[in-house]
């Protein structure tokens, strides 16, 4: 049933994606329990390198989502076969070794060790946040993401060129050309972190967004019928307000790192502006869904792309607004209320996405239109699980956050930060508990692909 | 009946204001909201997304003023944990009828009452 | 969505608006990273402060700790520690020296690094540095973190 045989290939690459996320959640367990049981498998996995494993394998997964939405969408946009689909296929397996090498040696050896096997010396580029990799594997990330731009690039170029396709392109185009940011490492520690900024900010709140709004518009199309021109019109605005938004607003990290103060202006106003774009995702799928032309048999799909739309306003929108502006992110900035954010927002707007995409195109891929009436309703079990914890999560940790501002930051006495930790720990045990949920609900979604049960019925158009 | 064009856009305006209420134009939304009121009739698409809206809002100011008040009143204002739970009430209740506004106005684009309407008759 | 806004402006409002903000970030990246040295303190860079920084990233420190504000949650902000500490970089070196290699019971501990002496003084002398750097307010709000 699918149209082009090359975008099967995108089942390898969720297949990876998923098993990797189940690796993502079981180090955001231990490190839930490390932060109420300090000794927790202390020093045989240490608390940083737990957090690098999450953090890192959380990075790799929805890269390895993005890649094969990227593979499943392209050819059916661009109506023709993948431009070089044994590329697509070697690069997988380069990645996946890459990927899985590097989480082994954040594990086997010291950190430290690991620097110096790969020869950080020569280009040091490790040991900040979210860029922990080894210089080696991010020029192996490099190569990768080339490969795969090139890949699509050419599909694209000598195919049919919609607006879906071209967003798309732009943005995996963004996403390359940031990471090179990931090789400057200067000794000055403002300007490090100045253009660190330059690949996470401008990834996960600029060129990420244009990917994630060009799947949620593909999913969008294919599930409720509603004309293209529509759709690709809120796309369009979609991803302008994010840009005119998020670029400038790449200021409200410049607020307290030794930038100059006009940064507390301009980061302020723009960052306000940061929930438009993804308030208009909520609107834009409650607006198509609610247009829908037709009752496409795959439910759990459009539960997915309704509820990226709703959780990524939550997530990214509303908990980014709430700390966006100086005067207020003066008392929270890197406090608990920072890790809310980031929890939910990626979960409601990058996970999500990436879980649509694949609960939309895996029963394809596996020859049917959509799951069997039971495996949907797993499925559909697991997507409650999952949010519902993560609101949880989120709120938890803002309870945590805001008890350690006040203690710590607001306070007319400031209570030590250890001092601090040890009184919210009772929000860091109901973050563990809904972190099990949440777990409870990744291993029920894994086993809504195994489930048998009745075939959907459904009219062929 | 079906709703004619400018009831249609009446219904579409009031749920914009009622969502403006909600978020950027407090107060001045719920204002338009009551002067459009005036602009209706029974029985119609405009005039129940109109009472919609007013509702919502009077729910939405009763939940998070009232509530917030009162926990601050019961928690005391030097209290860290008052501020735990008005913080993450407000937001996330607030987040909650902004959601619920912003599918009362796709709804209202269409013409088409909520279907299951549980803060309306 | 109304017929006379077309996706041709929409269009034109991503790749306007797109190009535009960009350029604009350029500007004001560039702007920024000439005005720098009032703040960045990066006249006191010296070579055992680089040392000190290669060791702080090749320990992933970033991974508990956060230095100014950023990085991990886990352990204190950094930042102003050796304002923190009495202004000693002596406690700084005690006190990475003599972390407990099998940790505390029931309690989060750093790891012990085995860092020479002089790797120590690397170390703390950067963190001098970082504590250097003029940030807006002179955030952090207190002497916490």
Redesign the interface.
Same mark, same amino acid.
């Given at each position: 049933m699918m149209k082009y045989e090359s975008q099967g290939i995108a089942k390898m690459y969720f297949i990876a994606a998923i098993g990797l996320f189940l690796g993502q959640i079981l180090f955001g367990i231990i490190m839930g329990l490390q932060y109420v049981m300090g000794d927790f498998l202390f020093p045989e996995i240490p608390f940083n390198v737990a957090r690098m494993v999450h953090t890192n394998l959380l990075i790799v997964w929805l890269l390895f989502g993005f890649m094969g939405s990227a593979y499943f969408l392209v050819p059916e946009e661009a109506e023709r076969e993948l431009y070089a689909p044994w590329l697509a296929k070697l690069m997988f397996w380069i990645f996946l070794v890459a990927g899985v090498l590097t989480i082994l040696g954040y594990l086997l050896v010291p950190y430290a060790k690991l620097a110096e096997i790969t020869m950080n010396d020569l280009l040091p580029t490790m040991g900040r946040e979210f860029l922990e990799q080894p210089t080696i594997t991010k020029i192996g990330i490099v190569i990768v993401v080339l490969a795969f731009i090139f890949n699509i690039g050419m599909t694209v170029l000598s195919g049919r060129k919609t607006v879906i396709n071209l967003v798309l392109l732009t943005g995996l185009v963004g996403l390359a050309v940031f990471f090179l940011f990931s090789f400057y490492n200067p000794d000055n520690l403002v300007l490090d972190k100045y253009f660190w900024w330059f690949v996470v900010h401008l990834w996960v709140e600029g060129v990420w967004e244009l990917i994630m709004a060009s799947l949620l518009a593909y999913v969008l199309i294919k599930v409720t019928g509603v004309d293209r021109e529509v759709i690709e019109k809120w796309l369009y605005l979609i991803v302008g307000m994010a840009l005119i938004s998020g670029l400038i607003g790449t200021g409200h990290h410049f607020f307290w790192i030794g930038t100059p103060d006009y940064w507390q202006w301009l980061g302020s106003i723009f960052s306000a502006l940061e929930p438009i774009p993804f308030?208009m995702m &909520?609107?834009f799928a409650?607006?198509v869904v609610?247009?829908r032309r037709r009752d496409h048999p795959n439910k759990a799909a459009v539960l997915w792309a309704l509820g990226t739309g709703?959780m990524a306003?939550?997530g990214a929108g509303?908990?980014g607004f709430?700390h966006t502006l100086a005067p207020i992110n003066f008392y929270t900035h890197g406090t608990q209320i920072t890790a809310a954010h980031g929890h939910m927002a990626f979960y409601g707007a990058y996970v999500m996405v990436v879980l649509t995409m694949i609960s939309y195109s895996m029963p394809i891929m596996r020859g049917q239109k959509a799951a069997n009436e039971r495996a949907q309703v797993f499925e559909m079990w697991s997507f409650w699980m999952m949010t519902v914890a993560m609101v949880f999560i989120t +709120?938890f940790l &803002?309870?945590a956050g805001? +008890?350690q501002v006040?203690?710590q930051r607001y306070?007319e006495n400031p209570e030590s930060f250890m001092v601090v930790q040890d009184k919210v720990a009772m929000f860091y045990w109901m973050r563990e508990l809904a972190g099990l949920v949440f777990l409870a609900g990744l291993l029920l979604y894994i086993y809504s692909f195994f489930a048998k049960g009745k075939e959907v019925e459904f009219v062929e158009e | 009946m079906k709703p004619d064009e400018i009831q249609l856009k009446q219904a579409s305006r009031a749920t914009l204001y009622s969502l403006l209420n909600l978020t950027m134009l407090p107060i001045v939304g719920f204002i338009s909201l009551c002067l459009l009121y005036r602009k209706t009739t029974s029985n119609t698409i405009d005039r129940y997304y109109v009472l919609l809206g007013i509702k919502t809002n009077l729910y939405a100011a009763a939940a998070l003023f009232l509530v917030t008040a009162l926990m601050i009143f019961m928690g005391g204002f030097e209290s860290?944990?008052t501020?735990?739970y008005v913080?993450?009430y407000f937001?996330?209740v607030?987040?909650l009828f902004i959601?619920f506004a912003?599918?009362s106005?796709?709804?209202s684009?269409?013409g088409e009452k909520l279907k299951r309407s549980f803060l309306s008759k | 969505m109304r017929e006379t806004f077309t996706k041709g402006m929409a269009r034109n409002i991503y790749y306007g608006g797109g190009v535009f903000f960009f350029l604009v970030l350029i500007g004001l990246t560039v702007d920024t990273v000439k005005g720098l040295p009032a703040t960045d303190n990066s006249e006191n860079i010296t070579e055992q402060v680089a040392a000190g920084k290669r060791l702080w990233e090749i320990n992933d420190c970033i991974g508990c700790h956060s230095l100014l504000g950023e990085g991990a949650y886990f352990a204190p902000e950094l930042g102003n520690v050796y304002t923190r500490f009495g202004e000693s970089t002596e406690a700084i070196k005690a006190f990475i020296k003599y972390r407990p290699v099998d940790g505390v019971k029931g309690r989060r501990s750093m790891p012990q690094f085995n860092l020479t002496d002089e790797e120590l003084e690397e170390i703390a002398q950067f963190l001098k540095y970082v504590d250097g750097i003029k940030t807006a307010r002179n955030w952090p709000p207190n002497i916490q973190g």
């Open positions: 308030f &909520t609107l409650f607006n609610n247009k709703v306003f939550l509303v908990w709430l +709120l &803002t309870g805001i +008890l006040y203690l306070s | 860290p944990w501020w735990v913080i993450s937001v996330f607030h987040a959601l912003t599918w106005m796709v709804r684009w269409t | -």
